[in-house]
């Protein structure tokens, strides 16, 4: 593990390979390493789990958690690997190989810390944009808000909630998430 390079291109055949190597994602062939996560992270992504979870019980659409391998290009160069807080993917032929989800989620969540903020909002957003994530929100934990990105017309478009709302989740009809008990 030590000969690994930040300036090497690395695709997922090698990321794979990288048993004792710390969780990190590969973004166009460069190794991103990921830092623990902290409790109010982890308290926000099971209540979030949960809410999901209860509502897709007996639906075809399944949410999982991180770490979970999103192989957003493995149809072409194969080079990008994340690992978002939460996803849902209602096409199974996506986790036919029963490691990974191969191309894009329908629904990701990432909840922001100091360390991610701009690699979320910024690098990620484009990522699952071009990917043809239709549903993308970024969680901030500090300030109680949900910033939503629904992929309408080839673009996402952005509505921002806080905590006393409940917001309708457009790839799972019928489904709301309550930010009052996600903030609790």
């Not at 990190?24 to 979870?53: K, N, T, W, Y």
């Not at 075809?60 to 807080?85: E, K």
């Not at 699952?128 to 910033?147: F, R």
């Amino acid at each position: 593990m030590e000969a690994l390079q930040k300036d090497q291109h690395y695709t997922y055949t090698d990321y794979a390979s990288w048993e004792d190597y710390p969780r990190c994602e590969l973004i166009d062939g460069q190794i991103h390493l990921m830092s623990a996560p902290s409790r109010v992270h982890q308290q926000i992504l099971g209540e979030l789990f949960v809410q999901l979870h209860v509502f897709l019980k007996g639906k075809t659409c399944q949410v999982y958690i991180a770490p979970f391998d999103v192989r957003l290009n493995y149809d072409t160069t194969d080079d990008t690997v994340v690992q978002p807080d939460i996803l849902v993917v209602c096409d199974m032929t996506k986790l036919e190989n029963g490691k990974t989800c191969m191309g894009a989620p329908d629904f990701v969540i990432e909840i922001l810390s100091p360390s991610t903020e701009r690699h979320d909002a910024i690098r990620k957003l484009n990522l699952y944009l071009q990917a043809g994530v239709k549903e993308y929100w970024l969680v901030d934990p500090e300030h109680k808000l949900v910033a939503t990105h629904r992929l309408i017309d080839g673009q996402y478009v952005t509505a921002t909630y806080g905590e006393a709302d409940e917001i309708p989740v457009m790839t799972l009809t019928g489904c709301t998430i309550k930010l009052s008990e996600v903030f609790s």
